[in-house]
T-cell receptor, first 116, second 115 residues
């Protein structure tokens, strides 16, 4: 069974541009969450989607947005990129929404974004 | 405040020696707890999880962790470390909040294995 798949794995963007990252969850999983990982801030929660609905959002500016499709695949978008957006963006999937007992959360390999 | 603390930023251990990584959480209710490992340039791999029941949980790669409610801890252990265990380890807890649930991570512990 395939794991969480994220594309692209690596990308370089220029300040002011926008970027879209994609995540395909494990087959059958309907919850997708996104995290940003930086050396200074560690792992920070961006948002979670379940059945195409955003369930929770972290403390990030409105430039960060996401969506989930009917097949549970998810995309996140960052507009007007800043240098500080350079990070590893991790996607996680689970069967159910975060917070249910027994709901294991699995992560992908991440998308490395460099903003120059 | 509800948080996860990993007191040790770096740990160096000799190959074959035992390893214990500390994790403390601050949370009012029974937590759901996870340990993940991250090799350089890679994503997070789940080592083990605790939801309820037996407080000693077994994971992959020979790791185990013990949930101690009285100490608000969920320490990760391995009896004999291999060079391939060099990586960064993250403890995480699911926070149940009215505004929305989320998985919250500790700062991580980087493990270096000496030959």
């Amino acid at each position: 069974k395939a794991g969480v798949t994220q594309t692209p794995r690596y990308l370089i963007k220029t300040r002011g541009q926008q970027v879209t990252l994609s995540c395909s969850p494990i087959s059958g999983h309907r919850s997708v969450s996104w995290y940003q990982q930086t050396p200074g801030q560690g792992l920070q929660f961006l948002f979670e989607y379940f059945s195409e609905t955003q369930r929770n959002k972290g403390n990030f500016p409105g430039r960060f947005s996401g969506r989930q499709f009917s097949n549970s695949r998810s995309e996140m978008n960052v507009s007007t990129l800043e240098l500080g957006d350079s990070a590893l963006y991790l996607c996680a999937s689970s069967l159910a929404p975060t917070g249910l007992s027994g709901n294991t959360i699995y992560f992908g390999e991440g998308s490395w974004l460099t903003v120059v | 405040a509800q948080s996860v603390t990993q007191p040790d930023i770096h740990i160096t251990v000799s190959e074959g020696a035992s390893l214990e990584l500390r994790c403390n959480y601050s949370y009012g209710a029974t937590p759901y707890l996870f340990w993940y490992v991250q090799s350089p340039g890679q994503g997070l791999q789940l080592l083990l999880k605790y939801f309820s029941g037996d407080t000693l949980v077994q994971g992959i790669k020979g790791f185990e962790a013990e949930f101690k409610r009285s100490q608000s801890s969920f320490n990760l252990r391995k009896p004999s470390v291999h060079w391939s265990d060099a990586a960064e380890y993250f403890c995480a807890v699911v926070l149940i909040k009215a505004a929305g649930n989320k998985l919250t991570f500790g700062g991580g512990t980087r493990v270096l294995v000496k030959p």
